[in-house]
Structures are given as C-alpha cells and as structure tokens.
C-alpha cells in the first residue's frame, strides 16, 4: 500500500510539470497516459471507484478529476480540466443549505493550512438546479517538505440524503396527522413504550384523569385508574405483552374530582421494521353512557317484572271476587272481562306516561269507558286539571270502574235519562275531594244490600291509597264522597 | 290461630284472606302500611306473617325485624326476584311469590300451626 502511495505522488507530480509545460491536455488522456506508464490497473481503479477523486496543485489548478468526481461535481471533464478552484463557478451548498464560499472548501482548506480536512458534507447545485450532496475530504500531499497539492476524494450521498429527507418528511407528516387525530379524538388516545410507559396521552386522556402531561408519563398514568380496578388492568396488560396480543378490558378511570369514567380499553401493539415489539397504541372508549343505559335496563326489567306479578295477582283477586257475586258463569265472564278491561285501560294510559302521574279527568273517563265530551254521555265532569300518582290513579280509576257498574245495575244510569255528575277539587293539603252525584233515574226505593262492588270500592280507597269513602243513597238518586289523599312520593308503584 | 297479611294491593290481599279463611285460620289485616303493621304486632300476638315487601310508607323490613326477633314465623310475599334493601340477617327469609299459590300457602300456614304447636 505503502509503494502505491508513493507511487501515486510520483505520478502526480508529473501531471504537475506536464501542465506546467504548457497546454492543458484533457484530464483523462492525461491521467491515462501518465498512469498507462506506471499501473494500468491503477487508471482502472480511478476510472471505476464509485468515489470522485480529485487532484489540485497548489495554485488550485485541477489536475486530476476521475469519471465519478465529474459526475458528481455536474462537469463534463473538459470543463474540469481547464479549471481552477478559485474560479468555481457552481454553486456550492453547506449541509444547512446556505451557499459555501471557495475559500471554504476542503480543498480550499487543505491547500491553505497543509492539513488534512476531515469528511463533510457538501452540495452542489448543478444546471438543473437539483443539488448533488457528497462527503468531501482533503489530503495534503507533500513534494519532499514542500506541500504539492491536496487530494480530494468524496463519495455521492444524495441518494442517501434524498431517502433520509423524504423519511424525516413522512414521519413529520405522520406526527402531524397523529396529533390532529387525537386531539380532536373523543376518546382518550395514548402511546406507551414496551414496557408500558406512557410517552404521550390526548387531550381527550387528560380530561378524563385529572392528570397533567408530567403526571400521567412514565407510570403515573396508573394513577388514573380507579383503585379496585388498577390491579386487574396491571395484570392483564402484563399478561398481553408476555403473550404480544392486543389488550381488551373495561375498566374505569377517575379525576381528581371523584368523577368516575367508563372507559373500554383497547391497545395494540407496534413493531419495528424487524418485526420486534417498540411500543403500544391504545385508545379509551368512554361507555359511561353505555353501561348506565345497562343498568337502568336492568332496572325496568325487574320494575317490569314486579308489575307483572303485581298485575296477575290483582286479576287473581278480582276472579274470586266476581265469583263470589256471579250467579252464573255467563255473568262471572260478563263482570270479570269488564273489571279487567277497565284496569288494562288506565293501565295503557300510565304506561304511555312511563308510570308517572295520571290526571284526574282521564282517570275518569277512563274508568266510565265514555267519552264524557260526547253528546249523548250521560257524565258531566267538572274539576280542575290535576294529577295523582300510579298507584293512586289505579286504584281511583278501579273504585269508579265499581261506582259505574253500579250505577248502571242499580242507579241512575239504569235509565236512558239518567246522569252522573262528578265534581273534584284539589286542596290546598294535597287532598283531592271528589263527589259522585246521580239523578234523571227512578227513585231509590231501599238501601242497596253490601255487595262486592260496594266493598271493594272502600277497600280500594280506604285501604290500598288511605282515602276515605261516603257512600249515600238518598231517594233522588245515590251521592258518594271520596277523599283522595296527597299522593305518596313512592312513584312507579302500581 | 291468627296469621298477619299485610299487602297494601287490596284485591290481591282480599284472594289472601279468602284463603287463609278457608284453612280455618283468623286474619289480622290485612293491613296496608309498615306504620299500621308495627302497631299491629304490638298489640296482637299472632302464629304467623305474611308480608308484602313494598308498601306504600316503606318496605316491610321494619316489620320483619320485629318479627324475627320475636320468633315469629313469617314469608315475604312478592313480585321482586330480588328485594332491593334487605339486610343480611333477612336473606334467607323463605318467600312467597305473588301471584300467591293455593298449595304453597298451604304448606306456609301449615308450617305456622306446626311452630305454634311446638312452642306450646
């Protein structure tokens, strides 16, 4: 190697005296011809090298300028050939982009201080405007003690920078897209480490915990999680990552305000270009919503339930109460198919109301089964507009079912001239005072014997809500008093 | 031998009555309130209870309480597969489901005339 070098000194100091005599020949002849006489292979080697290789004497003259330097450097090798660096006339670029000045090349350099320059990266801009980027990198080369010239040799990185840019470019882009993501993500979005640090959480990651960017990285995003629910997160993210699966749990989080956040939990691992695990991307889905909508679900279910049962067990009560006051099947039928018609009636109308309140004016027409607006009704309501909870209302709506029924069996409305006036009032008290007056039918001419009717009337007001009932049968016609009590704030009880 | 029925639902206790009248036994009630029951059974010794869970004041726990810890046998009677608010000493409590069956109440009122045999 050693012998080469030398040689190579020598065969440029000829180059030297050769330009010295006068006229300058094409590089390539000259190099040709000089190297032909020492090392064929040598020229080889220079032609070939995918490096360029440069050779300026001391007066900045370039001597020797191989096919890859002039590639690089945009130059035809005539052009090359008839040179000086002083005279450089492309535009040279430093790495930031900024126009290099000649006196700062590496040549430059080499040649003014006779010491080597080390590899840096230099552009230059050739015709086209495209810049060529390449690691430049002078030698001094010595004559005895006198300096010579300095070599230079540089290798093509435009490529390489090209691929670098375009890479730095895209991973910019994706960091700018991620971001936009995720911060206008509703769910709470995080990217966490191998090992499950967190580097970076979304906005939408730090209204639901309470915690700051600082608190929530590294482990501190732990602190999120309410208590119960740490260890089971902890263990099962564990369990994923041995197992390199994506994570799945419903869990909950928690601001420092106490406010509890259901959140479905998902991560998926990312890997690198070889395929190894590098981190973790995991998003929080709040389905607070979601698993109060559960709940209440449930809830209605075992309301629903509750009813029912309470339902069939009135029907059961009522079968035995019209049995007991029926002289025939064909009027058990009669008498049970009309009580069970009239509860399935206010019934609807609670149902519609989501087992709310019910006003007192449908609760009667509802019970009479006319429509009281009617020409030909033989009812005259009059009250003002108030309303009575579930349980009131059914049990209200089913005592004046029974006060119909009798009126048509025994009172006024046995006639086609009979009517019925109703007439409430609201107390200041809560107390709703209702009177039921008949007349237009045949006199009374006795007491009506107690029947079943009659019974279940007080023991729907006076046992089931705490009301009370005057029943009355004066000779013009019968007149009943009921006293509703304030409604009970027990709701959706039947 | 007296039984308790507390059901504010007035129809569906009547059916009860009915029926406990029919197996010779003397109803208190039926009542319909947790307020009117704990007067009740301060007053009236009976053999045994059947409980409404949800009253209109409240549910029957109170009353149950009381029960308990006079050794009164009783059943809860209700539409509820679970009873929101019953403590730990009450769960095992033996229940009725409403609509209430002729032959469970049956084997209720029979077990009442047992105990009260029992006890003296």
Same mark, same amino acid.
């Given at each position: 190697?050693?012998? =080469?070098?030398?040689?190579?000194?020598?065969q440029?100091?000829?180059?030297? =005296?050769?330009?010295?005599? *006068?006229?300058?020949?094409?590089?390539?002849?000259?190099?040709?011809?000089?190297?032909?006489?020492?090392?064929?292979?040598?020229?080889?080697?220079?032609?070939?090298?995918?490096?360029?290789?440069?050779?300026?004497?001391?007066?900045?003259?370039i001597?020797?300028?191989?096919?890859?330097?002039?590639?690089?450097?945009?130059?035809?090798?005539?052009?090359?050939?008839s040179?000086?660096?002083?005279d450089?006339?492309?535009?040279?670029?430093?790495?930031?982009?900024?126009?290099?000045?000649?006196?700062?090349?590496?040549?430059?350099?080499?040649?003014?201080?006779?010491?080597?320059?080390?590899?840096?990266?230099? *552009?230059?801009?050739?015709?086209?405007?495209?810049?060529?980027?390449?690691?430049?990198?002078?030698?001094?080369?010595?004559?005895?003690?006198?300096?010579?010239?300095?070599?230079?040799?540089?290798?093509?990185?435009?490529?390489?920078?090209?691929?670098?840019?375009?890479?730095?470019?895209?991973?910019?882009?994706?960091?700018?897209?991620?971001?936009?993501?995720?911060?206008?993500?509703?769910?709470?979005?995080?990217?966490?480490?191998?090992?499950?640090?967190?580097?970076?959480?979304?906005?939408?990651?730090?209204?639901?915990?309470g915690?700051?960017?600082?608190?929530?990285?590294?482990?501190?995003?732990t602190?999120?999680?309410?208590?119960?629910?740490?260890?089971?997160?902890?263990?099962?993210?564990?369990?994923?990552?041995?197992?390199?699966?994506?994570?799945?749990?419903?869990?909950?989080?928690?601001?420092?305000?106490?406010?509890?956040?259901?959140?479905?939990?998902t991560?998926?691992?990312?890997?690198?270009?070889?395929?190894?695990?590098?981190?973790?991307?995991?998003?929080?889905?709040d389905?607070?919503?979601?698993?109060?909508?559960?709940?209440?679900?449930?809830?209605?279910?075992?309301?629903?339930?509750?009813?029912?049962?309470?339902?069939?067990?009135?029907?059961?009560?009522?079968?035995?109460?019209?049995?007991?006051s029926?002289?025939?099947?064909?009027v058990?039928?009669?008498?049970?198919?009309?009580?069970?018609?009239?509860?399935?009636?206010?019934?609807?109308?609670?149902?519609?109301?989501?087992?709310?309140a019910?006003?007192?004016?449908?609760?009667?027409?509802?019970?009479?089964?006319?429509?009281?607006?009617?020409?030909?009704?033989?009812?005259?309501?009059?009250?003002?507009?108030?309303?009575?909870?579930?349980?009131?209302a059914?049990?209200?709506?089913?005592?004046?079912?029974?006060?119909?029924?009798?009126?048509?069996?025994?009172?006024?409305?046995?006639?086609?001239?009979?009517?019925?006036?109703?007439?409430?009032?609201?107390?200041?008290?809560?107390?709703?005072?209702?009177?039921?007056?008949?007349?237009?039918?045949?006199?009374?001419e006795?007491?009506?014997?107690?029947?079943?009717?009659?019974?279940?009337?007080?023991?729907l007001?006076?046992?089931?809500?705490?009301?009370?009932?005057?029943?009355?049968?004066?000779?013009?016609?019968?007149?009943?008093?009921?006293?509703?009590?304030?409604?009970?704030?027990?709701? *959706?009880?039947? | 031998?007296?039984?308790?029925?507390?059901? =504010?639902?007035?129809?569906?206790?009547?059916?009860?009555?009915h029926?406990?009248?029919?197996?010779?036994c003397?109803?208190?009630?039926?009542?319909?309130?947790?307020?009117?029951?704990?007067?009740?059974?301060?007053?009236?010794?009976?053999?045994?209870?059947?409980?409404?869970?949800?009253?209109?004041?409240?549910?029957?726990?109170?009353?149950?309480?009381?029960?308990?810890?006079?050794?009164?046998?009783?059943?809860?009677?209700?539409?509820?597969?679970?009873?929101?608010?019953?403590?730990?000493?009450?769960?095992?409590?033996?229940?009725?489901?409403?609509?209430?069956?002729?032959?469970?109440?049956?084997?209720?009122?029979?077990?009442?005339?047992?105990l009260?045999?029992?006890?003296?």
């Open positions: 190697m050693r012998g =080469d070098e030398d040689k190579t000194k020598e440029l100091i000829e180059e030297l =005296d050769a330009l010295r005599s *006068g006229g300058r020949p094409a590089p390539t002849d000259l190099v040709a011809s000089d190297l032909s006489r020492t090392d064929s292979r040598f020229q080889l080697l220079l032609e070939r090298l995918p490096a360029g290789v440069v050779y300026c004497q001391t007066d900045g003259a001597a020797v300028c191989n096919p890859e330097a002039c590639r690089v450097l945009g130059l035809s090798l005539d052009e090359v050939s040179r000086y660096v002083s450089w006339e492309s535009e040279m670029l430093r790495e930031d982009g900024s126009v290099c000045p000649v006196e700062e090349f590496a040549v430059s350099r080499c040649l003014a201080t006779g010491k080597p320059q080390p590899g840096k990266l230099y *552009g230059v801009r050739g015709p086209d405007g495209g810049v060529s980027w390449a690691n430049y990198m002078a030698t001094p080369v010595f004559e005895g003690e006198a300096l010579a010239g300095a070599l230079v040799v540089f290798a093509d990185v435009s490529a390489r920078q090209r691929a670098e840019q375009e890479r730095e470019g895209a991973l910019a882009l994706g960091d700018t897209l991620f971001r936009v993501l995720t911060d206008h993500s509703s769910d709470g979005v995080y990217r966490a480490d191998q090992d499950g640090r967190c580097l970076y959480a979304n906005p939408r990651w730090h209204e639901m915990t915690l700051s960017i600082e608190e929530t990285s590294g482990y501190g995003w602190e999120g999680i309410v208590a119960e629910d740490r260890e089971l997160v902890l263990s099962t993210w564990n369990e994923c990552v041995q197992a390199e699966r994506d994570w799945n749990l419903e869990y909950r989080l928690v601001d420092r305000t106490g406010k509890v956040t259901w959140v479905a939990g991560a998926r691992p990312f890997r690198n270009v070889s395929g190894r695990i590098i981190g973790y991307i995991g998003i929080n889905r389905i607070t919503t979601l698993k109060e909508a559960r709940k209440r679900e449930s809830l209605l279910v075992q309301e629903l339930n509750h009813r029912v049962k309470n339902v069939l067990a009135t029907v059961v009560g009522l079968t035995r109460e019209s049995a007991r029926s002289e025939s099947v064909a058990f039928v009669e008498t049970i198919t009309a009580r069970i018609a009239a509860m399935a009636r206010i019934h609807e109308a609670l149902s519609l109301r989501s087992w709310g019910l006003d007192v004016e449908e609760i009667i027409r509802l019970a009479v089964n006319v429509d009281p607006a009617a020409d030909a009704s033989p009812f005259t309501l009059r009250g003002p507009a108030c309303t009575l909870s579930s349980n009131v059914m049990a209200l709506g089913q005592a004046l079912y029974e006060l119909n029924a009798n009126a048509v069996r025994h009172g006024a409305l046995r006639v086609e001239s009979g009517r019925v006036d109703i007439v409430w009032k609201r107390h200041d008290n809560g107390q709703t005072c209702m009177s039921w007056t008949e007349s237009g039918g045949p006199e009374l006795r007491m009506p014997q107690p029947g079943v009717g009659l019974s279940l009337i007080q023991g007001i006076g046992h089931e809500i705490g009301g009370t009932v005057t029943l009355g049968f004066p000779r013009a016609g019968a007149r009943h008093h009921i006293v509703v009590p304030r409604s009970s704030s027990r709701e *959706g009880e039947p | 031998m007296k039984v308790l029925v507390v059901e =504010d639902n007035y129809i569906a206790a009547m059916a009860i009555v029926d406990l009248r029919a197996l010779n003397e109803v208190t009630g039926p009542i319909a309130t947790v307020a009117r029951a704990l007067e009740v059974i301060q007053n009236t010794p009976v053999a045994g209870a059947l409980l409404d869970y949800q009253l209109r004041d409240g549910t029957s726990v109170d009353v149950a309480r009381e029960l308990y810890e006079a050794s009164c046998p009783f059943y809860f009677m209700t539409g509820y597969s679970e009873l929101a608010g019953l403590p730990e000493l009450l769960k095992d409590v033996p229940r009725l489901n409403k609509p209430v069956d002729a032959r469970r109440l049956r084997d209720a009122v029979e077990q009442f005339r047992l009260a045999s029992s006890v003296g």
